[in-house]
């Protein structure tokens, strides 16, 4: 009795590996090393819960990622106006690279009502960040190509690669239309050299890529805190990391 249970146990199993074995194989899995997997359309909530574990690695080789409080910054109508919200305060120690990735709106009434950029000294009190004219840390730059600081801020380091979509000799209305959902890549380089690099990479749903530049003084060895600011418009952050300075000399 004990041999004819212990071969049907042996052959129950058995079948489930060769059950096993077909579905694999519908899969195309079977055979394999490497098997192609396929990405899917993920609801909402599901995409953000990746995002959430994502964002919660601490370190992978040399990208540092970070969490942070604020996913949703600004009123979703963009009715938050300007310095009404802030951004999760993000601290870049010297020969780090920041990088913010989110998704910008705007009521695409004004140049302005898009992304701003702070990159401030570290305070004790987040109630002290406030980037308004003039009483900035080092500077504020804002999406459209302006921006004001201390007195080591020179407008005219700013930088723009704004394509003509329309071929009408204005760029702004391109721009305006081209910001409102798009994905933005800003990284901020905190270089032992002495500078903040800042470039700013704004991806339309259109397809059409937005480039911003400028680079400032700033201490060459104590951290600085860089943040978003809203100025009737509102982010949806995705990622936020830290790399190694890209500029060391």
């Known amino acids: 009795m004990k041999s004819i249970k212990f071969n049907f146990m042996k052959t129950t199993k058995l079948m489930r590996c060769a059950l096993g074995a077909v579905v694999l194989a ?3 899995l079977v055979g394999c090393e490497s098997p192609d997997f396929y990405n899917i359309d993920a609801p909402a909530d599901l995409q953000h819960k990746i ?3 994502e964002a919660a690695k601490p370190n992978t080789g040399d990208t540092t990622f970070l969490t942070y409080e604020k996913t949703i910054i600004g009123a979703e109508d963009n009715s938050t106006a300007w310095n009404g919200a802030h951004s999760d305060y993000f601290k870049i120690p010297a020969n780090k690279l920041l990088v913010l990735e989110f998704i910008n709106y705007g009521t695409e009434a004004d140049n302005w009502n898009n992304w701003n950029l702070a990159v401030d000294v570290v ?3 987040n109630a002290d960040y406030t980037p308004e004219n003039g009483s900035v840390g080092y500077f504020t730059l804002r999406a459209d190509g302006y921006g004001w600081g201390n007195s080591d801020f020179d407008l005219g380091m700013i930088s723009l690669d704004y ?3 329309n071929g009408n000799g204005d760029i702004w209305d391109d721009f305006r239309a081209t910001m409102d959902g798009a994905y933005v890549t800003i990284e901020i380089d905190h270089s032992v ?3 903040a690099f800042v470039t700013a990479t ?3 749903t259109d397809g059409a890529t937005l480039i911003e530049t400028y680079q400032q003084p700033v ?3 104590e951290d600085i805190v860089a943040f978003l600011v809203t100025d009737h418009s509102h982010f949806e952050m995705k990622r936020a990391y830290l790399l190694p300075s890209k ?3």
Do not use: W, Y
């Open 26 to 28: 519908a899969f195309g």
């Open 219 to 221: 201490p060459a060895t």
């Open 51 to 53: 995002d959430s574990i």
């Open 247 to 249: 500029v060391t000399v």
């Open 163 to 165: 394509p003509d979509i």
């Open 193 to 195: 050299t002495g500078n």
């Open 123 to 125: 305070r004790e009190n």
């Open 202 to 204: 704004a991806v339309g």
